[in-house]
């Protein structure tokens, strides 16, 4: 279990997150989060890693639908990058059943509940209450075999997009949290059960969105907003200001820090159930959000960049 005695603080805020018991409920960011995450990844990757990704997206199995997301028009360069970037979303567009590919739908891989409440001013688990035997953190540990193994490339192309997709899922804080208290004796659901006003209707929705938050999103074509936000999220948190053990660091310690930061800062006294958070809950959002997918994007490319060098 991972050590959690903190006091709570500040904040920042999240979407639609599900439990074991709930899986037809998305855990994840949306889909300017994760493309953003992927984005960054994508100019960090290594040539080798990127043509090797590119290879194995276009050799999954025509029912899990992974070549779908390369685009039919562009250059060659476009159409690579657009087709990673893209797939970063394929673990939630299978969730619905009239899916094509819904039977690779594995609604417990998005998330880890940990499960803590507050006690005499400290942050302390609650032992009764533990995470889903498949979840986030124990996929992590176990795709990156497999993408690294002999298995055959279908194989490996699904379980790239799994990993793309679950290293942006682990850096969302609420991914990672279930805080206990007495209207949520089993948990909230990862702040989905705290309700807030305004167009994010709960905690999660509001943390999954928050670069929409910052910034509307276009009504059409998203991939310059999408590569804006990566280039800005670059320029502002560039690779050099995160240290090597930093990016080196594995799932675990992945999750750590996602735990910790919604234990500090995601439920200040501030934040009123019903109401639409304060600006300042949005600004300190918005820099605790930006990290974190900054840190997914690079991590997501120094783990591809190890297991793709062969």
Partial sequence: MLPILRPLALITAVTTLATATVATAARRWNATGHEVIASIAWTHLTPQARTR???LLRS??????????EPSSGSTAEREKALFVHTSLWADQIKGRSAPNHAYDRPVWHYTDYYWREQNGKVVLVPELTPDPENALERLALLPGVLASGAPDSSRAVALAWIEHLVGDVHQPLHLSARVTAESPKGDRGGNDLKLAGAQSNLHSY???ILDILEKPPAGDRSGYVDGWATKIEKELPITAFTKAELDAGPEAWGKESLTLAEELLYPA????????????KSTAGQAGKRRIALAGYRLA????RLLAK
């Fill in 302 to 305: 120094t783990v591809l960049n």
């Fill in 53 to 55: 990704a590119v290879q």
């Fill in 207 to 209: 943390w999954d969105g």
């Fill in 60 to 69: 999954g199995p025509p029912e899990a639908h992974l070549g779908d997301a």
């Fill in 270 to 281: 501030t934040l009123i159930a019903g109401a639409v958070p304060s600006d300042a809950y």
